[in-house]
């Protein structure tokens, strides 16, 4: 079992910057991916970003990659996810996720726990 709480969602300015984390607690930890997912009003959950937690690989959405970085401290078990050059369209949910599978893990059904989510909104 691998239990996730998001945090540092907030209101931020088209161009601004907000970072998220994601800190994780449970069972073998160190054996998961760890993945950010978000989710617009209306839409479907999109993949964002996802961090071998063993290797620190990373994979990137199209959508963000060169503005995203995922990164992972390991010695808190924590999960960051840097934004910059925020646009209106990073509006969402964003949630993290833990999963095992084929790397790189960009689908969702692929991931076993989830967080509660954190509201991310960009004003235009």
């Known amino acids: 079992q691998v239990q996730l709480v998001e945090s540092g969602g907030g209101l931020v300015q088209t161009g601004g910057s907000q970072r998220l984390s994601c800190a994780a607690s449970?069972?073998?930890?160190?054996?998961?991916?760890i993945g950010w997912f978000r989710q617009a009003p209306g839409k479907e959950r999109e993949f964002v970003a996802v961090?071998?937690?063993?290797?620190?690989?990373?994979y990137y959405a199209d959508s963000v990659k060169g503005r995203f970085t995922i990164s992972r401290d390991s010695a808190k078990n924590t999960v960051y996810l840097q934004m910059t050059s925020l646009k209106p369209e990073d509006t969402a949910v964003y949630y993290c996720?833990?999963?095992?599978?084929?790397?790189?893990?960009?689908?969702?059904?692929?991931?076993?726990?989830w967080g509660q989510g954190t509201q991310v909104t960009v004003s235009s």
């Open positions: 449970g069972r073998a930890v160190s054996w998961y991916d």
């Open positions: 961090i071998s937690y063993a290797t620190g690989s990373t």
């Open positions: 996720a833990a999963g095992q599978g084929p790397w790189p893990l960009y689908r969702a059904t692929n991931y076993d726990y």
